[in-house]
């Protein structure tokens, strides 16, 4: 079994939230937990580590909302994700795969060599 480190979990976390937030503006923690496939206590723990840091808030009907700082740690991460997925299922791997790599990789890259790899593929 796979133990994900707090950043890499809360990273995960974002990108789903984000994710969410795109189709629709009132995310419930259900949606959270049916979106990640984990249970509510789970998600329960993760909303209160992701407000205590700063990366959302909670309306009076409970919705989850990011906030800006945790908009650009959503939006980083999603962007690193979509750019290792396009190129692994460009190098043709399976989808299904790719997607299970894309998501390992995003997290392991620093920010400085991924932006490095980024321009070298604008070239």
Known sequence: MEHKSHMQSSEDYLKALFLLQRKTPYIR?????????????SIS????????????????????CL???GTLAAEKV?????F???RLVAAGIAPD??????????HAISEESFEKLKRMGNK
Do not use: N, V, W
């Not at 923690?29 to 206590?41: C, E, F, N, S, W």
């Not at 795969?97 to 995003?106: G, P």
């Open 84 to 86: 290792f997925m396009e």
């Open 29 to 41: 923690p259900t949606d959270l937990a049916i979106q990640m496939g984990y249970t509510k206590p």
């Open 67 to 69: 906030t800006e700082k």
């Open 97 to 106: 795969i790719a997607e299970k790599e894309a998501c390992r990789m995003e």
């Open 45 to 64: 723990r993760a909303i209160s580590m992701l407000k205590k840091d700063g990366l959302i808030t909670r309306d009076r009907e409970g919705h989850i």
């Open 78 to 82: 999603y962007e690193r994700h979509c």
